[in-house]
């Protein structure tokens, strides 16, 4: 035979290869069936990838005509009289197939990096402590620190807030607020911390720890870690050898005083490239009073991890040491409820998601408290509980609900406190009553404020 169709070599009575005359594909004839037929579903396997997510003949018709299909060929060679009635037969023909879509990226994903460097950088300051204690280790001495870096932690948090509040109207708007607060709540702590050790060499331990904790602030909300960490190089280099060389009165107070001076001029350093952006136009000044209640949470906070540190002072190293986990689980919290809200099609499935997660972000961050607590001497139940009670309250504050972990932080301080002054606060039963109090509640509140997938949205 010879012509469009022949008769291949081989080939057998019960099955024909025929070579089909289009310059598009070949099929395999079937009996009762034209060559426009065949030629038709030979153009559907053809576009099957492309024609598959197409919800309507339309989208067929434009694929059809992108390809630059003539007329004359759809008529001549598929046998329909015209575009759009070719692209209803290949819609038919081919299955739906919607492409998977490619997974959102985590919006939340944290900084592994920096979230350690944070959790160092609480926790190295400590050595100062340990450099320049021979200098003012007496009552009043003690005291007078202690006051000064509450004053400055709840300075501190309420400054963080506000500084971030006004990013949002622009970064020289938020350096200003930081260079106007920085230094002034230096200088209340400074004051407060001074009034209980009177004039004399410790209120020069005072002010230093104030200056410091100040410039420290400005470096953390800018997100300038690595900064913070060269500053603090003379304190950590001197505190290495200690254990093999006492170093006399001048290193012991000068190295300490070098890292000061070093943040004070980072943080100046940090502060040039905000302050040199243009202002923006007509920016709101958002209320004192919606950094307050961050402010309390720092001062409850305070009082809670100093009264436990009284007597468990290693309590107070694993607390600080643990932050950088605890911001790290704070943005995995955050990832898991995105990823939950978007798998789950009730309220009722993502609340028991969302306290799911809550549970398993919690354990995350006390499990690694145990053995810290165990190695160090520590009261395990104590350091749990206050740990609990911290993480959950930075967890709502993150959610933008403020004034219960503050109420609920300063309620648990106060009634630490009355213990310490009845001289009941060797109690542990009575402790743990109220830090486990404090967790409970703020644990229920996270459940029924973070279960609404609103929270979230």
Do not use: K
């Amino acid at each position: 035979m010879s012509g469009p169709l022949a008769l291949e070599p081989g080939g057998s009575d019960d099955t024909l290869a025929l070579r089909l005359a289009d310059d598009r594909t070949m099929a395999l004839r079937l009996p009762g069936r034209s060559s426009r037929e065949d030629a038709v579903d030979a153009l559907a396997a053809e576009l099957t990838d492309r024609i598959g997510p197409a919800v309507h003949p339309y989208e067929v018709a434009a694929l059809l005509e992108s390809e630059g299909l003539a007329v004359e060929a759809v008529r001549n060679t598929y046998g329909h009289p015209d575009l759009f009635s070719l692209a209803a037969a290949l819609h038919e023909r081919v299955p739906r197939s919607f492409p998977e879509q490619p997974r959102p990226a985590d919006p939340w994903r944290p900084d592994h990096v920096r979230c350690a460097l944070r959790g160092a950088l609480f926790a190295l300051p400590g050595l100062a402590h340990l450099l320049t204690g021979p200098l003012w280790a007496n009552g009043r001495g003690v005291a007078a620190l202690i006051v000064a870096g509450l004053v400055s932690w709840a300075w501190g948090q309420a400054l963080g807030h506000r500084a971030y509040l006004r990013l949002a109207s622009g970064p020289r708007e938020c350096g200003r607020t930081l260079l106007v607060g920085a230094p002034l709540g230096a200088v209340l702590a400074t004051a407060a911390g001074t009034a209980v050790a009177g004039p004399g060499p410790t209120a020069l331990f005072v002010a230093g720890q104030s200056v410091y904790l100040a410039g420290a602030g400005v470096l953390l909300v800018l997100g300038r870690e690595r900064l913070l960490l060269a500053a603090l190089v003379p304190v950590v280099v001197v505190a290495a050898v200690l254990p093999w060389w006492e170093p006399g009165v001048l290193a012991r107070a000068g190295m300490p005083l070098l890292s000061v001076l070093g943040t004070v001029g980072a943080a100046g350093w940090a502060l040039r490239g905000p302050l040199a952006t243009a202002p923006a136009p007509g920016a709101a000044r958002p209320r004192p009073v919606l950094s307050l209640p961050y402010g309390l949470f720092g001062l409850g906070a305070g009082v809670l991890v100093l009264t436990e540190g009284r007597h468990q002072p290693y309590a107070v190293v694993v607390l600080t040491v643990s932050m950088g986990l605890a911001e790290w689980l704070l943005y995995r919290y955050r990832g898991m409820s995105v990823a939950a809200l978007r798998a789950t099609a009730t309220p009722a499935g993502f609340r028991l998601r969302s306290a799911g997660i809550l549970v398993l972000c919690l354990l995350a961050y006390l499990s690694p408290l145990v053995p810290a607590a165990l190695l160090t001497g520590a009261e395990p139940v104590g350091l749990l509980l206050i740990a609990a009670t911290l993480w959950t309250a930075l967890l709502l504050q993150a959610f933008g609900t403020a004034w219960v972990p503050a109420v609920v932080c300063l309620a648990a301080a106060g009634a630490v406190g009355a213990l310490t002054v009845t001289g009941t606060e060797r109690n542990l039963l009575a402790l743990s009553l109220c830090h486990g109090a404090a967790a409970v509640v703020l644990g229920a509140w996270a459940l029924r404020t973070l279960g609404r997938p609103s929270a979230h949205a």
